[in-house]
Nanobody, 114 residues
Framework: QVQPVEFGGGLVQAGGSLRLSCAGS????????MDWYRQAPGKQRELVAT???????NYADSVKGRFTISRDNTKNMGYLQMNSLKLEDTAVYYC????????WGQGTQVTVSP
């Protein structure tokens, strides 16, 4: 399997937390960049966070200080810890693994309720 698989989405109240996980293939995960994207209804897909194979990170301004991206190359896993969730964080979240190849997951729904 090459396509990454996301899980961990769900329904959470505003102010709450969720952790998304992305399971990658060992053949490609360790040497590639991992991104988390999201797409809200009626909006374009946007980049949320990026982590390189060496652990350097970058975040969209809208999530800085609230979201943390991380990875465990020994387990071929990536994560997005989301804290202080807001209504506007509601979206389908996608994991992307790129560099040698470009692989997208199917997405996982995150819904933040009032």
């Amino acid at each position: 399997q090459v396509q990454p698989v996301e899980f961990g989405g769900g329904l959470v109240q505003a102010g709450g937390s969720l952790r998304l996980s992305c399971a990658g293939s060992g053949n490609i995960f360790r040497i590639n960049v991992m991104d988390w994207y999201r797409q809200a209804p009626g909006k374009q897909r946007e980049l949320v966070a990026t982590i390189t194979s060496g652990g350097n990170t970058n975040y969209a301004d809208s999530v800085k200080g609230r979201f943390t991206i991380s990875r465990d190359n020994t387990k071929n896993m990536g994560y997005l810890q989301m804290n202080s969730l807001k209504l506007e964080d509601t979206a389908v979240y996608y994991c992307r693994i790129r560099g040698i190849g470009d692989y997208w997951g199917q997405g996982t729904q995150v819904t933040v309720s009032p």
